[in-house]
């Protein structure tokens, strides 16, 4: 049965896109938004709270389609391989980059084109409300003593990055768990299976604001102005901090008028006051970047990353 249903999800989300895609070569205007997070993950919201915006600034009428599989490689492989015609594009943040890097996927991020970056996201660490933990250090003295599970989005990506630095930094021997999207690790922090889960705040706001869980530490330069009381990492006497951008990138050869036509739009979104007040509250901080500028962005992440792996030991 599971396979079945898997089967049928696939078929779905193919003939969808095929579906966009036609509609985009005979003028209808539908535009595909791929992400590799389950639904619930940090990109998937941030797409789908964007796209009605989106919609109203472009006039374009968007979609979005969860393409999950190998830590964005099944994504990645997707738009490589479509035309680049403007109907398809990926939403791009840093695991598209760890993915390439730390396997082998049929598709890399350098066989993708930046379009443009939209937005830089802080990454927080958090618990259950109801949790026996009520700070980092306590989460942290747990895992010195020798215990300790905490969780990522990911297993390529910035945020099992954070976790495995802090694990560094901090002392201790906690079990990092990996899932295919922060919506399946929530549940698991709620469920207290996780002590810690590390995310942005965009993807875990209705718990939060419901009352469901503490945030620990934000994993940035600065405190959220939306919650001031919650301390840096590096305040709490961590040296870690994190950058997570959120772009877009489509198959390599974009036209120049679909790349202006996006570059003229962003800017319009970003200034738009219904949607800066989402995004606001969602901590998100705006981060546009046009094309050439987020190509070569892209490009010296990529380096830096590749980089870090090495000297970590990761990859050769």
Known sequence: MRGQIRLVAVVIAVASLTACARANDSGGGVVALVTHSSPGGGSDVFLREMVPHLTRVMGSTFVVENIQGGSGAKAMATIAKAKPNGSLFYATTPTFIYTSLLSRPAARYSDLEPLVNLFFDPEVLYTAADSRFTSLQDVLNHA???????????????ERQVMEQLKQKAGGTPAITTFEGGGDMLLNVLNHTLDMGVGELQEI????????????????????????EVATVREQGIDLAVRKFRGLAGPKGLPADVIAR?????????????????YTANSLQPGFMPHDEYVAFMAAFGKETEAFLQNAGVIE
């Open 144 to 158: 010195r003593s020798g215990g300790g599970k905490w969780g990522a989005a990911n297993p390529a990506s910035l």
């Open 205 to 228: 706001r209705p718990q939060l604001d419901a009352g469901h869980l503490r945030l620990l530490a934000v994993v940035g330069e600065a405190r959220l102005p939306q919650f001031p």
């Open 262 to 278: 996006w570059e003229a739009a962003i800017p319009k979104l970003l200034d738009d006051p219904a949607y800066r007040e989402l």
